[in-house]
């Protein structure tokens, strides 16, 4: 641990350049999962801070998940997220594809409700002048690692009330015999911003992967348009491949 890996502090107030210089070294791998973090009076020192400061940059990256403490052993960088593979060619859910492999999966909700629509979403969902749309916006983890932020919208005639989903939407849709059985889904590369990389606990700039996913039902009404960020650093999509005919 040298004082190297606190180069460039950038702009900002002192303790956002401390977070952000602790998050860069993480991120470029100066600072490896598991090591031990000085401590707060030899952090003030190498950086030339004040203890406050220190301890307000510190704060928030075990706040954003980049740290962690042990108390009495002292702060640590947060261990590497276990990766997890996941097969593409099958159309099921976040709780059925965590529960295969017996995990626990856990929702955050950030917005859930019936609103006008966007016009992406009028072109996407194929809907009227005076169509609704239900939004259901979470991050969802497993065991205790966020693992995505899911956007989802759909037709208010698909799902009239949003508010009714507690835990898996494909149930929901399963139980009223919508649930869809088509889907088209695009991948692409996503560097994930400020807010979003803060709900992942991973730091700003981390790599992610942007998902599209828009499904059908077999008379190819279209249920669900959902946009999610995956964690780059926790997934693995995987797709078996047959000659051609
Ligand atoms: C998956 C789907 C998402 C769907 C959700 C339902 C991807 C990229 N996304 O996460 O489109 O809305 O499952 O999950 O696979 P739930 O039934 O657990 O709510």
Request: proline share 7%.
């Amino acid at each position: 641990f040298t004082p190297e890996a606190f180069a460039d502090p950038g702009a900002g107030p002192l303790y956002v350049q401390l977070h952000r210089r602790i998050a860069e070294a993480i991120a470029s791998g100066r600072l490896q999962p598991g090591d031990n973090l000085p401590p707060e009076r030899e952090l003030a020192a190498l950086t030339g801070l004040s203890r406050v400061t220190v301890r307000k940059g510190v704060e928030a990256l075990v706040a954003s998940g980049q740290l962690v403490q042990r108390r009495g052993s002292g702060t640590f960088v947060a261990p590497r997220v276990e990766r997890l593979e996941q097969a593409l060619s099958l159309l099921t859910s976040f709780t059925e594809d965590m529960g295969r492999r017996g995990r626990r999966v856990e929702s955050r909700w950030l917005a859930r409700g019936l609103h006008a629509p966007a016009p992406e979403e009028v072109m996407a969902l194929g809907l009227g002048a005076n169509d609704r749309v239900a939004r259901l916006a979470r991050v969802r983890s497993s065991d205790g690692t966020p693992l995505a932020i899911e956007r989802a919208s759909l037709p208010a005639s698909i799902l009239p009330d949003p508010e009714g989903v507690e835990a898996s939407l494909y149930a929901v849709l399963e139980a009223r015999g919508t649930r869809p059985v088509r889907a088209v889904q695009r991948i692409s590369a996503a560097n994930l911003g400020a807010r979003d990389a803060d709900l992942l606990g991973v730091p700003p700039g981390a790599a992610g992967l942007r998902i599209e996913r828009v499904s059908y039902l077999p008379s190819g009404q279209v249920v669900e348009f959902t946009r999610s960020l995956y964690r780059g650093d926790a997934y693995d999509f995987a797709v078996e491949l047959k000659l051609a005919p």
